[in-house]
């Protein structure tokens, strides 16, 4: 959304029209980085997850590997 919103630039020193690289839209857009907020808030709730205690079952799943393996292809419709 941001390539179509901000649109293609001219380049000062060869005059050509480029596309925006990730990095130029994020300055333009003056937005935070994704990764930047959301591991903060992973670290915390992985806290809170380990402080409830094994018993319950969600540090199981918070340490834990997946068990069988998933059917290949599209879901059946059922």
Do not use: Q
Not at 12 to 37: A, C, F, H, Q, Y
């Amino acid at each position: 959304m941001l390539r179509r919103e901000f649109g293609p630039n001219r380049d000062e020193v060869t005059g050509e029209w480029r596309k925006l690289l990730k990095e130029e839209l994020n300055d333009l857009n003056s937005s935070p980085n994704i990764i930047r907020v959301i591991r903060p808030r992973i670290e915390i709730w992985s806290g809170h997850v380990a402080g409830r205690g094994e018993g319950l079952g969600f540090c199981r799943v918070l340490v834990g590997k997946r068990e069988g393996k998933r059917t290949l292809g599209r879901p059946r419709r059922r």
